[in-house]
């Protein structure tokens, strides 16, 4: 009996350990996007403004950034929200629906 009860905890304690882990991705995701935004955002003003004023002409090499770095964003979506296991959470999760 004592040692189902430490099982139980030891799965509950696995199971939040994990949850935890994963807050931690979906967080270091959002961060990522959220920086990825914002600093385009002021490079793309920047340039616009820049060639408004005449002083310089908007060439396709200035959006290089927005492109790789875009790229790198979407890569490190796959990563968090498909994943290794991505196959075994889904079973879970419908698992879980149908109970």
């Known amino acids: 009996m004592e040692n189902r009860r430490h099982e139980e905890n030891s799965d509950e304690e696995i199971r939040y350990l994990n949850a ?3 807050v931690k991705e979906i967080r270091g995701f959002y ?3 959220i920086s990825y935004v914002a600093v385009n955002i002021v490079l793309i003003i920047f340039n616009v403004l820049y060639h408004h004023f005449g002083y310089m002409k ?3 090499n200035q959006f290089y950034n927005v492109i790789i770095w875009g790229i790198i964003v979407l890569i490190h979506a796959g990563f968090v929200f498909l994943g290794k296991d991505w196959e075994e959470r889904k079973i879970r999760k419908l698992m879980d629906k149908e109970k």
């Open 20 to 22: 935890q882990k994963r």
């Open 31 to 33: 961060g990522h996007l």
């Open 58 to 60: 908007i060439k396709v």
